[in-house]
């Protein structure tokens, strides 16, 4: 059943942003910006759901349903918040479209949304987590969290049962299907959905350049991605023979020219994710998450880090430094034939023509679904437990996630990013190859309260030697610990 909701989820995609790039739908009036007045039409199909003008599928929210100007409290995390909630109309499309986006909200609903920032991302994700420990009964409605902060939440017990919340429907195309999958004690504690600006920004995607392609005698990848044939293989394939030693100090280094770079050790994730793995997977029997690298998964994930230990450190066919810091400039300078990046690079792109943007390749041509995994600096969102009104607070969040499915994603994608790197129907259906596959493991985002997995993987490439084995063999029973205790946190906090 996932696999066939995400087919139809990627041709209505297709067919719907094909619709909008061929009637240019541009940002609303200026009189629309200035009132943010809702008046979409809406049509009933056949198979009696709601769709807007365009085809895009409408949430169940009544449209009579109105909070006669109640204001919403939403804490949010500063360093994210321009494109979360702009404070004003700026001309550029991807705060223009949030800007919009959130006005739209405000009049479906007749609320106003109070957007309360404080300092809460990486290091400081402590002073995020303090806010809401202080926080009174109804001091917050909405809680918009970096995506690492939710699980230290849900723990100690801040945060409300999203199965409990009127409103929200988690089985809709703009929720990540990982929302349930994830759900476990009957609980869910935080959501993301595929389509707000800074989860489309976050992805992870490759960047291949055409011409350095075509002069090294490799097809372009297009239609092989298409047809699901990109694979970590070929990708080994396609980057061989593009090494140059351009600063002479005949080791790899930031001034070379690449077969593949890969922008900084946190970046490297996409691969582990792209080609299916997890940090946990959920039982089927027991239906609770458990470690990949405990069952069955050990063994191939084990071969799969050697290779990738083989490949990025022990030939000179790929890069990948500790850092982000100059990164960039492999792809502005059209130093490598593939590059390892977010999306949100695409605005770095030196000739628009030359460059196209893939999925991050599979394991191989069994694994039936290309897989993306966001970088960390993205929305995810909670109610916080006492919040004054679920149902209000539920509502403004699925309106959030249909908002941006339906008008702040696609306008982004035709206004920003098809001019960047494809308009065709390529271009097109790969960009929703890319969306309609983002999943956020539980693992990931509750990496620093299981151990900090992901960082065995990082250590062996940065090291050249596969640590996984050793790291799981001396940690492996102190994260099983762990494990259990953020269930049994979990299950008690659902049961209050």
């Known amino acids: 059943m996932k696999n066939k909701?995400?087919?139809?989820?990627?041709?209505?995609?297709?067919i719907m942003l094909l619709a909008v790039l061929l009637n240019t739908v541009g940002c609303a009036s200026d009189e629309e910006e200035e009132t943010g007045e809702y008046t979409r039409e809406i049509s009933t199909a056949d198979d009696g759901l709601r769709y807007d003008e365009k085809g895009y599928l409408m949430d169940d929210i009544p449209?009579?349903?109105?909070?006669?100007?109640?204001?919403?409290?939403i804490l949010t995390c500063k360093e994210m918040s321009y494109t979360i909630c702009p404070e004003e109309i700026q001309n550029v499309v991807l705060y223009d479209t949030v800007y919009n986006r959130n006005l739209i909200i405000q009049d479906r609903l007749g609320v106003k949304l109070n957007w309360v920032l404080v300092e809460g991302v990486a290091s400081t994700m402590d002073t995020f987590i303090q806010a809401t420990a202080n926080a009174g009964d109804g001091d917050y409605d909405l809680i918009c969290a970096y995506s690492l902060t939710p699980t230290a939440l849900a723990m100690n017990g801040y945060l409300e049962n999203l199965n409990n919340v009127e409103h929200l429907a988690f089985d809709k195309p703009w929720w990540s299907t990982s929302v349930l999958e994830n759900r476990?004690?009957?609980?869910?504690f935080f959501s993301a959905t595929t389509s707000s600006t800074p989860v489309l920004r976050q992805m992870?995607?490759?960047?291949?350049?055409?011409?350095?392609?075509?002069?090294?005698?490799?097809?372009?990848?297009?239609?092989?991605?298409i047809d699901g044939g990109w694979t970590i293989d070929v990708m080994k394939k396609y980057?061989?023979?593009?090494?140059?030693?351009?600063?002479?100090?005949?080791?790899?280094?930031?001034?070379?020219?690449?077969?593949?770079?890969?922008?900084?050790?946190?970046?490297?994730?996409?691969?582990?994710?792209?080609?299916g793995f997890n940090v946990v997977s959920i039982n089927k029997n027991?239906?609770?998450?458990?470690?990949?690298?405990?069952?069955?998964?050990?063994?191939?994930?084990?071969?799969?880090?050697?290779?990738?230990?083989?490949?990025?450190?022990?030939?000179?066919?790929?890069?990948?430094?500790?850092?982000?810091?100059?990164?960039?400039e492999f792809l502005t300078e059209n130093r490598t034939a593939f590059y390892v990046s977010q999306l949100t690079e695409v605005d770095k792109m030196p000739d628009v023509k030359n460059w196209g943007v893939l999925p991050m390749p599979k394991l191989d041509t069994e694994q039936e679904d290309y897989v993306t995994a966001p970088g960390?600096?993205?929305?995810?969102?909670?109610?916080?437990?006492?919040?004054?009104?679920?149902?209000?607070?539920?509502?403004?969040?699925e309106c959030y996630a249909s908002e941006s499915y339906r008008y702040s994603a696609p306008l982004y994608y035709e206004e920003s990013l098809s001019p960047r790197y494809s308009n065709d129907m390529n271009g097109i259906e790969i960009f929703e190859l890319i969306r309609s596959n983002l999943e956020f493991d539980f693992g990931r985002l509750s990496?620093?309260?299981?151990?900090?997995?992901?960082?065995?993987?990082?250590?062996?490439?940065?090291?050249?030697?596969?640590?996984?084995?050793?790291e799981w063999a001396t940690n492996g029973k102190s994260m099983q610990r762990k494990l259990t205790a953020l269930l049994d946190a979990y299950k008690e906090a659902g049961a209050q």
């Not at 449209?63 to 409290?73: A, M, Q, T």
Request: net charge negative; with cysteine; hydrophobic share 35%.
């Open 447 to 470: 990496n620093k309260q299981l151990g900090n997995f992901d960082e065995f993987m990082r250590n062996s490439y940065m090291s050249g030697n596969n640590q996984l084995i050793q």
């Open 5 to 14: 909701k995400r087919i139809l989820s990627l041709l209505l995609g297709v």
């Open 63 to 73: 449209e009579d349903l109105n909070y006669d100007g109640k204001e919403v409290n």
């Open 204 to 225: 992870f995607v490759t960047y291949y350049n055409r011409q350095m392609l075509a002069e090294n005698k490799v097809e372009d990848p297009e239609q092989l991605v």
């Open 184 to 188: 476990f004690h009957d609980t869910i």
């Open 376 to 397: 960390n600096a993205f929305d995810v969102w909670c109610i916080r437990k006492g919040a004054r009104d679920l149902a209000m607070s539920g509502a403004v969040l």
């Open 239 to 275: 980057s061989k023979n593009f090494y140059q030693d351009i600063d002479g100090n005949q080791k790899k280094s930031l001034l070379d020219i690449y077969g593949t770079v890969v922008m900084g050790k946190v970046t490297s994730d996409s691969f582990f994710y792209g080609c």
């Open 286 to 328: 027991t239906g609770m998450p458990e470690f990949c690298a405990a069952g069955d998964d050990y063994m191939p994930m084990a071969y799969f880090v050697s290779d990738m230990v083989s490949w990025l450190c022990q030939t000179n066919d790929a890069y990948c430094p500790s850092t982000s810091e100059g990164c960039a």
